[in-house]
């Protein structure tokens, strides 16, 4: 119907033509706009407020009648004492009556938007088309984001909210109802219920409903706040939850809001955020530090500079969703785009919002006029459409995906943090991640499901403590045994530090050594031959000259620096020589004891690690072993950043340096490794085990296999599908391990890739070469040792 009239519609004013929609499409029931709603009056159940008057934008029953009958019925030369906006709120000062702002109105083109859009994707609808009718999930696309993002109609929002939010589908599925909650919450004696009543009214002191014990909204919210309390016990009561309780009650009736509450404590909101200990809350704060040293470096340094802990003003900005923190009117616009997106929003806004102040803050003078700047930054803003706006071209483009990797990974450092994770609390860290009572309750699989989809694990989670512990303890012997035998072999390794450094300053510091360490170990080479030079880009040296690689061109051309000058020379008359760090003691190809070590005991010791919780395959699946994680999880966190890594996956063929010898990330450089073991152990017929090996091998040489875990264990997507949830590589125990492995980093290994692969066959006739093809020797000398750097 609405599609037959749009072109209609089109050639009448704006306001005959909404007059016209609710004329002749009365199938909608949706409040009409503030314009529309007539002159105050006294009705039956009480008064009606003024269109944009005191109180107009709130729900039907939450408006205060008592203070609404002193409006109406005061003599009209008397000055009110209070004053009041559309949302409730008090307009009065210290310095008198503030000017009050103009009154929120809805745009009749965006409501119109939503109307045809809902009429659209409800087509298949006979008859009218109302409320009921309207699904309770709206389905995604990019035009209702856009619809959202340029703002829902406020009248629409009750309805609007419930849908985009899930609420409303848990509202009409849920076992116990809404009554029952209630009933079984109203124990007065519970501590939850004490603090509570404690702070009703410290909850929204300045609006009307919320005001004193008898205003209209107080029962209603300490009867949603009870409710919530006993449906999630280990939440209980949070100061934040009371006030997005306060705000919602405003708008949908408190039924609604409990559902709503329902959605943002389990869909919409990490698991843990409104907890005792606000781990969930406190971990996106570390994110959020992170995203902006990625997309305000110069709000980063300025923040390093000055030693401002920015959580001490975030954290209540998300704890609460930024209610109390911004103006009302800009809190429903990023909520109408929080229900729909979920947290990803929180920091997109937070985000948006710094940067909007970001000239400000840098050109603070000092460290208080910083921190006031950055307390008092939300009540200075007063359009919401600017606030989303550069939000959404700041950080539009920030993805649940990678927020999740984030979340997951700051999490565990938390744990490990305050836990120190030691092998006696890996049960209590493991309980407490992702640690939310659902409602729903857990059906156990039936014997046909078990049969096709694999064994329950119970018996597995029942032992998995005592067997993390013995896992820990196996591969803690195997390192000790490593840095022993570097002990007795090389001098340099006897004051060698080995516990495990469980900071989390130690984690900030793992890719800044990182770096450092692949930028001191570029490949050197020593000249075999006189090169001179004829072109600008050319690099010319004598004989035995010490050349540093940067990078190879391909096999004939590479490109390297001496002497401060760099650049290429087009045959291979070099052959590299020891990295500076270099020791007999982890050289495989000297002293043959390190292969019995690393192969033989601390391969199978994070063997054991990888295999703990990796999930067992069922009769129809495939073969299932941590290769074959590892090969999935270093594709997906390369793949994540693609476009800026391919040139160099494609050009470069060593497995530290590109073309113009940056160094690489560990995610890249993972990448390659199992891609070079991979091409060297296929067509040997290797198995997984010993590719397994020879890639813990590679990360020994790079020092970099404890970044190598955090990678693995980052890649959410790949651990969740290939590991339970109480394995090690799914738990925060991984930084545990993560730490352990460190310890190996500080050694120099030089082992081969291919120890275990069958040996070529040698050629039988070894003849002198002729002079003209001197190259090929030097081509096949190209992993010789014989120098010491």
Not at 26 to 40: F, R
Not at 230 to 256: A, H, N, R
Not at 538 to 543: I, N, P, S, V
Not at 741 to 755: E, G, M, P, T, W
Request: charged content about 25%.
């Amino acid at each position: 119907m609405f599609p037959l009239l749009s072109f209609y519609f089109l050639s009448l004013t704006l306001f005959d033509s909404l007059h016209l929609f609710l004329l002749t499409v009365p199938h909608l029931p949706l409040l009409p706009p503030s314009s529309l709603i007539p002159s105050p009056l006294c009705v039956p159940g009480g008064y009606t407020p003024a269109p944009g008057g005191p109180f107009s934008a709130l729900t039907s029953s939450m408006w205060p009648q008592d203070i609404l009958a002193k409006y109406y019925q005061k003599d009209p030369t008397e000055e009110a004492e209070l004053q009041y906006d559309e949302f409730g709120f008090r307009l009065d000062s210290d310095d008198g009556v503030e000017p009050r702002p103009e009154p929120q109105r809805e745009d009749p083109q965006q409501r119109l938007r939503w109307q045809a859009h809902l009429e659209f994707t409800h087509n298949h609808t006979v008859g009218d088309l109302t409320w009921d009718l309207i699904s309770p999930v709206l389905p995604r696309s990019e035009r209702l984001r856009s619809l959202v993002l340029g703002g829902i109609p406020h009248s629409m929002r009750p309805q609007l909210w419930m849908r985009l939010s899930g609420a409303l589908q848990k509202k009409r599925t849920t076992e116990i109802s809404y009554k029952e909650i209630v009933k079984n919450s109203t124990n007065d004696e519970t501590t939850a219920a004490k603090q509570i009543e404690k702070d009703l009214l410290r909850t929204m002191p300045s609006n009307a409903c919320f005001c004193s014990l008898q205003s209209v909204g107080v029962p209603r919210l300490r009867r949603v706040l009870r409710g919530l309390a006993w449906l999630y016990p280990d939440i209980g009561y949070c100061q934040g939850t009371g006030m997005v309780v306060s705000c919602l009650l405003l708008f949908l009736e408190e039924e609604d809001v409990l559902w709503m509450m329902c959605a943002l404590i389990e869909d919409l909101l990490p698991p843990s955020y409104f907890s005792s200990t606000l781990l969930g809350v406190q971990t996106d704060q570390r994110v959020l530090r992170q995203l902006i040293v990625q997309y305000l470096p110069s709000l980063d340094r300025l923040l390093q500079e000055h030693d401002i802990e920015l959580s001490l003003i975030t954290l209540h900005w998300f704890l609460t969703s930024f209610a109390s923190v911004v103006d009302i009117r800009i809190l429903l616009r990023i909520w109408d785009l929080l229900f729909y997106q979920g947290s990803v929003v929180l920091f997109q806004v937070t985000l948006g919002m710094l940067k909007i102040k970001e000239e400000e803050l840098v050109s603070s003078e000092n460290s208080a006029s910083i921190f006031n700047t950055l307390s008092d930054l939300p009540s200075q803003l007063g359009d919401g459409a600017a606030v989303l706006g550069e939000a959404m071209r700041l950080a539009g483009a920030l993805s649940q995906d990678t927020l999740e990797t984030q979340r997951n990974k700051h999490l565990a450092y938390i744990l490990n943090e305050q836990a120190q994770l030691n092998t006696n609390n890996s049960h209590t860290l493991n309980n407490n991640l992702n640690k939310v009572v659902r409602r729903q309750s857990v059906r156990r699989k039936s014997t046909l499901s078990s049969l096709l989809w694999g064994e329950d694990e119970a018996e597995a989670l029942k032992s998995k403590n005592i067997k993390q512990t013995e896992l820990v303890a196996a591969l803690r012997e195997a390192i000790t045994r490593t840095a022993e035998h570097f002990h007795c072999l090389d001098p340099r390794h006897t004051s060698t530090d080995l516990t495990p450094d469980y900071s989390m300053e130690s984690h900030q510091r793992d890719h800044e050594n990182f770096l450092v360490v692949s930028r001191n170990r570029r490949r050197r080479a020593k000249a075999l031959l006189d090169f001179e030079r004829h072109d600008d880009d050319e690099l010319g040296f004598r004989k035995n000259d010490i050349i540093t690689i940067f990078s190879q061109k391909d096999e004939h051309c590479w490109v390297g620096e001496l002497n401060g000058l760099r650049g290429e020379w087009k045959h291979p008359i070099s052959i590299p020589i020891s990295p500076p760090h270099y020791s007999l003691a982890g050289d495989d190809s000297v002293t043959e004891a390190v292969t019995d070590l690393v192969r033989g005991t601390l391969c199978p010791a994070l063997k054991a690690i990888f295999q703990h919780g990796l999930k067992k395959p069922s009769i129809l699946g495939g073969p299932c072993h941590p290769w074959l994680f590892i090969e999935e999880a270093a594709s997906r966190e390369v793949e994540r950043d693609f476009n800026s890594v391919y040139s160099r996956l494609v050009l470069c063929k060593t497995y530290r340096l590109d073309e113009d010898g940056k160094v690489l990330t560990p995610e890249e450089l993972l990448y390659r490794a199992v891609q070079s073991v991979n091409m060297s152990h296929d067509s040997a017929h290797a198995q997984m085990d010993v590719k397994f090996r020879s890639l813990l091998c590679v990360g020994l040489n790079e020092q970099v296999l404890h970044l190598w875990l955090e990678v693995l264990c980052s890649s959410m997507p790949a651990v969740e599908k290939w590991y339970q949830p109480w394995s090690f590589l799914r738990s925060p125990g991984w930084v545990q391990i993560k730490c352990e492995l460190r310890v190996l980093s500080k050694f120099a290994f030089s082992l081969s890739q291919d120890c275990e692969l069958p040996a070529k066959k040698e050629e039988k006739d070894q003849r002198p070469l002729k002079e003209g093809v001197q190259d090929m020797l030097v081509k096949h000398h190209l992993f010789s040792w014989d120098i010491d750097g």
